[in-house]
């Protein structure tokens, strides 16, 4: 299925919540399969449904949707950040991107992830980068291929 030419990039709106829910609800119980510590909260559909129509509010972040006649072929969502001290001053961070399975390999997340570039520049944003669970290495891979190189590393423990 050849679906480059007839994806249209856009914003998403509140008619896309259904999908763009399922979706998210989809990547965050993958990165639990990927690390436990990425244990997913029992109202996953609820938290979900905040957290879409919180972007949708909020102008420090935003989502774009890819779509396919009726449906949407996957999405990407971005925060915008500021580092205070350092120049570029404000960074767009990729907090998630989904495409779903049947549209992968088809340069979908690429189309999404220069979009999001496109928009984060056009916000003021002067980098960008992105988080995924370090044994994901299939995002490792994907984000390297676009440019994108390791910057900060993250740690973490569980406090008992």
């Known amino acids: 299925m050849a679906v480059g ?27 639990e399969e990927l690390n436990p510590l990425f244990k997913t909260v029992e109202d ?4 979900a449904e ?34 205070r001290f350092y120049k570029p001053r404000i960074k767009a961070v990729i907090t998630d991107i989904y495409v779903k399975p049947r549209y992968r390999r088809r340069a979908i997340g690429q189309l999404l992830t220069q979009k999001a570039a496109e928009e984060a520049r056009r916000r003021g944003a002067g980098m960008m980068s992105a988080l995924y669970p370090i044994t994901n290495y299939v ?13 900060q590393i993250e740690v973490y423990r569980e406090l008992h």
């Open 5 to 31: 030419r007839d994806v249209v990039l856009r914003h998403a709106v509140e008619s896309d919540e259904a999908e763009i829910v399922d979706m998210i609800v989809r990547q965050k119980i993958f990165n």
């Open 139 to 151: 995002a490792k891979r994907f984000y390297s291929q676009l440019g994108f190189r390791e910057f």
């Open 50 to 83: 905040r957290y879409f129509r919180e972007t949708l509010s909020d102008d420090k972040s935003f989502i774009i949707v890819a779509q396919h006649g009726e449906g949407l072929a996957g999405f990407i969502r971005v925060e915008l950040v500021d580092r």
């Open 44 to 47: 996953i559909r609820a938290e």
